[in-house]
């Protein structure tokens, strides 16, 4: 099924097409992903204890006086988790549509210009690799290397494709295996990505991520690529919806801890919190969606509660809550007080007022889109994926030694 007739199946008239998003949802979903990598920068690897003080006492607060610079830079400015987003979403205004080619240089640019803020390894190797003269098709970090470098940067793709889930699932693929080809790496592009499409087209008629039957057909759409995923996504959706059936209050101390426990079985990175595997750092931003659909700093608290790579939870929470609420329903104190900064060579062009005037260039690029579609935007088969052998799962985790992978 696609998004489209997800949006249309309750409309007199099915053929019709869905309404385009408005222009405030893909603001949401970009500032969304920065004001969440800014926030939660500072509380990356920290423990658990000073991460869960941080999200309940300063985040609600906005107290931020214990901030001290991270990645070599102070409090308020992104990261790799949003400069890769916003490079993925000036390529597409630029290319007018999605070019892997493009975007891949793109990556490329910014590590060889020695720009990237807290880069993850496996991103870092494969930008060697295409500075060598790769191909984007075999660029990518191969298994057992399987982190959350993809997932992170996939709202744009979600903002284009929000209509389409055949080119978007394709899309995500695309843009992932440039740096990464472990299949649970590319599962958790198409989930995010996923996620982000069916937030902008989520409405009274269609449901949305407050309802089970909503997460049920994001499992569908996610197992397209993966089944495995796709099952990891009902799981958590049974576990969550069953417990608040029977009493647990949502988004309370026993409810996060026993999902945190289940994200993160069978992984050994020996990080405290979620680590930058895909599949513990992705699950706990959709748990977060998940809690807070219409919250978008209260989804960004929840991301960072346990610890670890939570500017990267942050960032994949709020791109997702940001696009189903719109930029108009985010905290003033957010905006005024927060307001996320660039610190490399598109400073200050791309700061809060310059993420905001991208999105709305991506908003006509895909307005322009959904007015003459076009089935060969995405033409070339989809690189292979690969899975990490057998006798690697055990310690698939050992690898990461930096931020986000």
């Given at each position: 099924m696609?998004?489209?007739?997800?949006?249309?199946?309750?409309?007199?008239?099915?053929?019709?097409?869905?309404?385009?998003?408005?222009?405030?949802?893909?603001?949401?979903?970009?500032?969304?992903?920065?004001?969440?990598?800014?926030?939660?920068?500072?509380?990356?690897?920290?423990?658990?204890?000073?991460?869960?003080?941080?999200?309940?006492?300063?985040?609600p607060?906005?107290?931020?006086?214990?901030?001290?610079?991270?990645?070599?830079?102070?409090?308020?400015?992104?990261?790799?988790?949003?400069?890769?987003?916003?490079?993925?979403?000036?390529?597409?205004?630029?290319?007018?549509g999605?070019?892997?080619?493009?975007?891949?240089?793109?990556?490329?640019?910014?590590?060889?210009?020695?720009?990237?803020?807290?880069?993850?390894?496996?991103?870092?190797?494969?930008?060697?690799?295409?500075?060598?003269?790769?191909?984007?098709?075999?660029?990518?970090?191969?298994?057992?290397?399987?982190?959350?470098?993809?997932?992170?940067?996939?709202?744009?793709?979600?903002?284009?494709?929000?209509?389409?889930?055949?080119?978007?699932?394709?899309?995500?693929?695309e843009?992932?295996?440039?740096?990464?080809?472990?299949?649970?790496?590319?599962?958790?592009?198409?989930?995010?990505?996923?996620?982000?499409?069916?937030?902008?087209?989520?409405?009274?008629?269609?449901?949305?991520?407050?309802?089970?039957?909503?997460?049920?057909?994001?499992?569908?759409?996610?197992?397209?690529?993966?089944?495995?995923?796709?099952?990891?996504?009902?799981?958590?959706?049974?576990?969550?919806?069953?417990?608040?059936?029977?009493?647990?209050?949502?988004?309370?101390?026993?409810?996060?801890?026993?999902?945190?426990?289940?994200?993160?079985?069978?992984?050994?990175?020996?990080?405290?919190?979620?680590?930058?595997?895909?599949?513990?750092?992705?699950?706990?931003?959709?748990?977060?969606?998940?809690?807070?659909?219409?919250?978008?700093?209260?989804?960004?608290?929840l991301?960072?509660?346990?610890?670890?790579?939570?500017?990267?939870?942050?960032?994949?929470?709020?791109?997702?809550?940001?696009?189903?609420?719109?930029?108009?329903?985010?905290?003033?104190?957010?905006?005024s007080?927060?307001?996320?900064?660039?610190?490399?060579g598109?400073?200050?062009?791309?700061?809060?007022?310059?993420?905001?005037?991208?999105?709305?260039?991506?908003?006509?690029?895909?307005?322009?889109?959904?007015?003459?579609?076009?089935?060969?935007?995405?033409?070339?088969?989809p690189?292979?994926?690969?899975?990490?052998?057998?006798e690697?799962?055990?310690?698939?985790?050992?690898?990461?030694?930096?931020?986000?992978?």
């Amino acid at each position: 099924m696609t998004l489209r007739e997800i949006a249309t199946r309750n409309r007199p008239n099915p053929e019709e097409h869905p309404m385009m998003p408005s222009v405030e949802k893909f603001k949401g979903c970009i500032l969304g992903c920065a004001l969440g990598d800014a926030v939660g920068a500072w509380a990356e690897r920290r423990s658990s204890a000073e991460a869960e003080d941080y999200a309940k006492f300063s985040i609600p607060q906005f107290d931020f006086s214990c901030v001290t610079p991270h990645h070599g830079v102070g409090f308020g400015h992104y990261t790799d988790d949003t400069q890769l987003t916003r490079e993925l979403a000036l390529s597409i205004t630029d290319e007018g549509g999605w070019s892997p080619e493009d975007f891949a240089a793109r990556i490329c640019r910014i590590f060889a210009q020695g720009e990237i803020v807290g880069g993850g390894r496996a991103t870092a190797d494969a930008a060697s690799l295409l500075m060598l003269g790769a191909s984007w098709k075999e660029s990518g970090t191969p298994p057992p290397r399987a982190g959350n470098g993809a997932a992170m940067r996939a709202g744009p793709i979600g903002l284009l494709f929000w209509d389409d889930t055949d080119l978007l699932v394709r899309a995500a693929t695309e843009q992932a295996v440039i740096t990464h080809k472990a299949e649970m790496a590319v599962a958790g592009s198409v989930a995010v990505a996923g996620a982000v499409a069916m937030c902008l087209n989520a409405s009274k008629k269609t449901s949305g991520p407050h309802e089970r039957g909503w997460w049920n057909w994001l499992a569908r759409l996610v197992s397209r690529f993966s089944e495995d995923f796709g099952r990891d996504i009902t799981d958590m959706t049974k576990m969550v919806f069953d417990g608040r059936r029977h009493g647990t209050e949502a988004g309370g101390d026993d409810e996060w801890k026993k999902v945190l426990l289940w994200a993160v079985e069978g992984d050994t990175s020996g990080w405290d919190g979620v680590s930058p595997w895909a599949r513990s750092s992705v699950l706990w931003s959709l748990y977060c969606l998940m809690t807070h659909p219409t919250d978008v700093w209260a989804a960004i608290a929840l991301a960072i509660m346990p610890g670890g790579d939570v500017d990267t939870t942050a960032a994949m929470a709020g791109a997702m809550v940001g696009s189903h609420v719109g930029i108009d329903n985010f905290p003033e104190r957010a905006i005024s007080e927060v307001a996320p900064l660039v610190h490399d060579g598109l400073a200050p062009r791309y700061d809060w007022a310059g993420l905001e005037q991208l999105a709305t260039l991506l908003h006509e690029v895909v307005l322009r889109r959904h007015e003459a579609p076009s089935e060969a935007e995405v033409t070339a088969p989809p690189p292979e994926v690969q899975e990490p052998p057998e006798e690697a799962q055990a310690t698939v985790l050992d690898l990461f030694g930096l931020g986000d992978d």
